[in-house]
């Protein structure tokens, strides 16, 4: 997939992109307002990651830029405003998602996925890795046509595995994740586990291979090795 | 008054009994005249108001004076008087003169004039009394205004002191000096809260960066095990750092009033739903919920109302022990949480001060101090006691 950073802060504009490389997605960045505009206006992308604070100019208005020319890029708003009236005023001006500042870049690919899975929308709303086949639209899992018994957290959970394939997830971004970021127990993620334990536990017993390691004590990682 | 009254009476008085002491003068002295003229005695007579009698005396034993006596009116009726007893020599016979005249219609005339008075005086008085009322009420009406409008000032409202007009000029000034002073505690006020956005605001893009390194970072390879106990503390300590970021810049918006739109919230529905979400929570540390709720609709904000439930529960959670209970009740008036826990009370006072918390707690310490500025929001109460074993945090709508 091809992607467009617009985010001001390089430390963060760099994160991003390196987190995102790699499978075959291009990055491509911006860091001030008329970096973003000549980008937006001269190439489509499947999705665009857009901060509201730019140098030089609102990435609401590069929002507004997009919808008048009837540009079907995906866009999911990352600002430092967590405000709801910026939050409804993107989403009524047609963006597809808002991520507030601080956030995980797990859960920002996890929201980055689902907006080009819709995007990409064919009928089926099928996501398949490998032997696992999930219908996002009926909710079920199942593996080698085997219909499997998910809770809606541990369906949660494994559809943000899959977006985050191949990369360490920490716990506190699947805490974040599944219970939300009002949700203040960092010192317990035993709850995390015993998710993890089903997951497993059930695609283990329906033939899928083991996809899900636990790395280090911080955190999992699903990969097909 | 009544001093007053005494002398003004005594003044009358006095005044009418000389009248009629002056009258019986002049009879006395028509008497003298008849005397030197006829040489001798004039008739005894008794008029409507004088009474005129001689008696033989020893010479030189009657003092002239004036004195109060009885006039006889009828027989067997007598009234006051004042009389006049003088002496007249006659042919040499020494006569005692008495004259008597009736006093009752001076002390009529004096009552009368003495009754007139004090009542034109206790009208007066009246007059004076409800005038003076009106015009004091309106006089110091500016002075109620102002006293009243900073009675009701709140720092938090933005409503202004209204300007009171008045040409009086203290009052003016008074009202000039409360103007500036509330604009000023308002400024100052409105300074701080802005600062605390700011700060807030400008902390998010570092602990935003700090967050994407770290999970950058973690993808790299190879960890011993103390680096990745290091890690998990990173993580840990950003997590706290963003949420207490996340709470300072929610309570901002609170007290800003910033967050208005009010959608219809089914109560009951919103707290299964909470629930729900927490379940695994529960379960991992055996607590058992009971519920008894009821259908309970309000007009709210969805966010902020799901921050204050979420709140409550996670409380009762964090507080509570292994094995532990939370009853949640939803009522037509109110909702409370109850749950076990440690079995010291808690402050009344403190628990909802900001950054206050137990050793033990993991929180921000800002979480009951945002709820109660939702509820205070709502014009609702949030009052918290302890009812062995269950400390109990109450809405009351």
Request: charged share 25%; proline share 1%.
């Amino acid at each position: 997939m091809k992607l467009l950073i617009i985010e001001d802060e390089e430390g963060l504009r760099e994160s991003i992109e390196e987190y995102f490389k790699g499978e075959g997605n291009i990055c491509e960045t911006a860091a001030t307002y008329a970096d973003a505009v000549s980008k937006v206006e001269l190439y489509r992308y499947d999705c665009i990651l857009l901060d509201i604070t730019l140098p030089g100019g609102s990435g609401i208005s590069i929002l507004k830029k997009l919808k008048d020319h009837h540009y079907t890029d995906g866009v999911l708003i990352i600002s430092a405003k967590n405000s709801l009236d910026d939050r409804l005023d993107g989403l009524n001006l047609g963006a597809d998602d808002y991520l507030v500042k601080p956030f995980h870049l797990s859960e920002l690919k996890a929201r980055v996925s689902a907006i080009i899975r819709r995007k990409m929308y064919n009928g089926s709303n099928l996501l398949v890795f490998n032997e696992i086949t999930i219908d996002l639209q009926a909710k079920t899992v199942s593996v080698l046509d085997k219909p499997l018994k998910f809770t809606r957290k541990e369906f949660a959970l494994l559809i943000y595995f899959i977006a985050n394939k191949g990369k360490v997830v920490s716990k506190n971004a699947i805490a974040e994740h599944l219970w939300g970021d009002g949700i203040d127990l960092a010192d317990n993620f035993d709850f995390i586990y015993s998710h993890i334990k089903n997951i497993r536990k059930k695609l283990i017993e329906a033939g899928a291979n083991d996809y899900i390691h636990a790395a280090y004590g911080m955190g999992y990682k699903f990969a097909d090795q | 008054m009544l001093i007053t009254g005494i002398i003004y009476y005594q003044a009358i008085s006095w005044i009418l009994i000389d009248q009629n002491d002056k009258a019986l003068m002049v009879e006395e002295n028509e008497i003298f005249d008849y005397v030197k003229l006829n040489n001798k005695l004039p008739q005894e007579f008794d008029s409507k108001d004088q009474q005129i009698t001689f008696t033989e005396a020893a010479p030189n034993s009657v003092t002239r004076e004036f004195i109060n006596t009885d006039y006889h009116k009828e027989k067997n009726e007598y009234e006051s008087g004042r009389g006049l007893i003088t002496s007249v020599t006659v042919n040499g016979k020494y006569y005692k003169i008495l004259i008597v005249e009736s006093k009752v219609e001076t002390e009529d005339l004096i009552q009368i004039i003495f009754g007139i008075t004090i009542g034109v005086i206790l009208l007066l008085l009246l007059v004076l009394l409800i005038a003076n009322r009106l015009i004091l009420n309106r006089l110091w009406q500016p002075f109620h205004a102002i006293l009243k409008e900073m009675k009701v000032f709140n720092l938090a409202e933005n409503k202004e002191i209204s300007q009171t007009t008045t040409r009086i000029d203290e009052f003016a000034e008074l009202n000039q000096a409360a103007t500036t002073l509330t604009s000023n505690a308002r400024h100052d006020y409105k300074d701080l809260k802005t600062f605390t956005e700011n700060a807030s605001h400008e902390l998010l893009t570092p602990i935003a960066v700090i967050n994407s390194k770290l999970d950058t970072l973690i993808q790299t390879e190879d960890f011993s095990e103390q680096q990745s106990k290091l890690l998990t503390d990173l993580y840990s300590a950003v997590a706290r750092l963003s949420r207490l970021n996340q709470s300072l810049l929610l309570l901002v918006k609170i007290e800003n009033r910033l967050l208005t739109d009010q959608q219809t919230i089914n109560l009951e529905e919103l707290v299964q739903e909470l629930l729900a979400q927490l379940e695994d929570i529960f379960s991992d540390k055996h607590i058992s919920i009971k519920t008894n709720l009821q259908n309970k609709q309000i007009s709210g904000n969805q966010y902020l109302m799901e921050i204050l439930l979420n709140n409550l529960i996670i409380n009762a959670v964090r507080h509570n022990h292994i094995n532990g209970e939370i009853i949640i009740e939803l009522t037509n008036d109110g909702l409370s949480v109850k749950n076990t826990g440690d079995t010291k009370v808690l402050q009344d006072d403190k628990i909802f001060t900001r950054f206050h918390k137990s050793d033990k707690s993991e929180g921000s310490g800002l979480g009951l101090t945002i709820s109660k500025q939702i509820c205070e929001n709502m014009g609702w109460q949030l009052n918290y006691q302890y009812i062995s074993p269950y400390h109990t945090f109450i809405i009351v709508f």
